[in-house]
């Protein structure tokens, strides 16, 4: 039976195999530039790849995004079954983006409106916002579950950033819609690639005084005899 993995602070999670961070980081990211790099040369892979003229349907427009769209799914399988295959176990956060992508992005190609693809992110962002903080009222720290592997925060810290995470995503949400509603869908997949980014990574820097004032020390870490 495959197994979720470990909640952070859980007995017995970091026995478990992680994954390379650098796999990991690549694995979450990698779906992303395929679907950035299909938008910007969808006429030239339908050109190389006559095939994807059939999932291009009748919208010129739109063409590039429709191949981007069946990229990034495939794309996205992909990711979630290498995770799958080198952790033993679901990552939680990847494999709700699966589902939204594969959902939404089904939508967008069986009806051929580009609606369902740019709203995406905005379902996936109020989503992870919505569980995050959701889960905190369970008491459930659900950010330790991307992150454990590379912090090791004490219970306190790992609900501090919980919020903190959630309500970005919510943020996130709301910018996404703001940008698709109001701009062509060129800048729309910019903003998507190398606006969130920049965005995220800001955010997270923003977040090191929490984690330097939340961490395990090592000698916290071992079992008191």
Known sequence: MVQFEAAPNEPGARNVKQPNPLLKLALELGPLGVFFFANARGAWLIEKFPALGSIAGSDPNNAGLFVATALFIIATLVSLTVSLAVMRRLPVMPFVTCIVVVIFGGLTLWLQDATFIKMKPT?????????????????????????????????????????????FFIFLAVLNEIVWRSFPT??????????????????TFTQVPLLLREQIKPAEDRPRP
């Open 123 to 167: 379902i996936i962002n109020g989503l992870f916002g919505a569980v995050l903080l959701g889960g905190l009222f369970f008491g459930k720290s659900l950010i330790g579950y991307v992150f454990d592997s590379v912090f090791q925060l004490s219970d306190e810290g790992w609900r501090k950033l919980t919020l903190r995470w959630g309500l």
């Open 186 to 203: 060129d800048t729309w997949v910019s903003f998507k690639v190398f606006g969130v980014m920049p965005l995220t990574l800001l955010f």
